[in-house]
């Protein structure tokens, strides 16, 4: 089984900057694509920002041009870079990720993480 581990969040001020992470761990699996979720108290669970193995990346309208979503394969690892925060940027971060575990046969899964809040203060 795989495992998702965010960090990085944290309070900021108005126009700071935070870079959250997600670590995916276990053994025996390929990710297909990595994303970022928020949502805040008493709103709808929000796409952030999802990349592909290949880098193809997606951003949320809300979000284009102030977060760079990256990730570093061979750690399995996904970023978020959040520049010029604004304080409706306040929720808690979910990583999400899909891949393919090798065994016989082999399966596919959607993993998500525990959550990370990012609180944006005015």
């Known amino acids: 089984q795989v495992q998702l581990v965010e960090s990085g969040g944290g309070l900021v001020q108005a126009g700071g900057s935070l870079r959250l992470s997600c670590a995916a761990s276990?053994?025996?699996?390929?990710?297909?694509?990595m994303g970022w979720y928020r949502q805040a108290p008493g709103k709808q669970r929000e796409l952030v920002a999802v990349?592909?193995?290949?880098?193809?990346?997606n951003y949320a309208d809300s979000v284009k041009g102030r977060f760079t979503i990256s990730r570093d394969n061979a750690k399995n690892t996904v970023y978020l870079q959040m520049n010029s925060l604004k304080p409706e940027d306040t929720a808690v971060y979910y990583c999400n990720a899909h891949m393919v575990v090798m065994t016989i046969p082999l399966k596919y899964l959607e993993v998500w993480g525990q959550g990370t809040l990012v609180t944006v203060s005015s």
């Open positions: 276990g053994s025996d699996f390929s990710i297909n694509a």
């Open positions: 990349i592909t193995s290949g880098g193809y990346t």
